[in-house]
């Protein structure tokens, strides 16, 4: 086991403050296409032991938001731990892994499709509607 932990690709997807045009699930896969094709052509299902996601469910609008997110990234059916948090809190979760011993590649992805939701009153409507 090697002593080193590097990032050896990255993508994202550009900001705006709508996107009627495209879903969140969209942008993940735009995200995660470039940082496969960054990392040489790694391919999600060979060449990965893991994958980490990072959402805070509070401001997305959504519950249990990981159930959403394996698909778009490639993470189906594999090795996936959800993180409440943003992406500086995966990308510790993912050295942590690698760290083990028990994985050697790990995918770290992190998001947030807050223009869903116009207003901070919103999200916080939205949020008490869930538990009511």
Known sequence: MSEEVA???????????????????????EAATRAYEDAG????????????????????????????????IGATLRHLFTVSGDGLIGLATGYMLIKTGQLN?????????????????????RHCELWT
């Open 105 to 125: 590649t790990v995918v770290v992805e992190a998001h947030s499709k807050l223009s869903d939701v116009a207003t901070f009153a919103g999200i916080v409507n």
């Open 41 to 72: 052509g790694i391919s999600p299902r060979k060449d990965i032991d893991g994958f980490v996601t990072c959402a805070e469910d509070y401001w997305e609008g959504h519950s249990i938001f990981d159930e959403f997110v394996p698909d778009q």
């Open 7 to 29: 990032i050896v690709g990255i993508g994202c997807t550009g900001f705006k403050p709508i996107t009627p045009d495209i879903s969140y699930k969209e942008l993940m896969f």
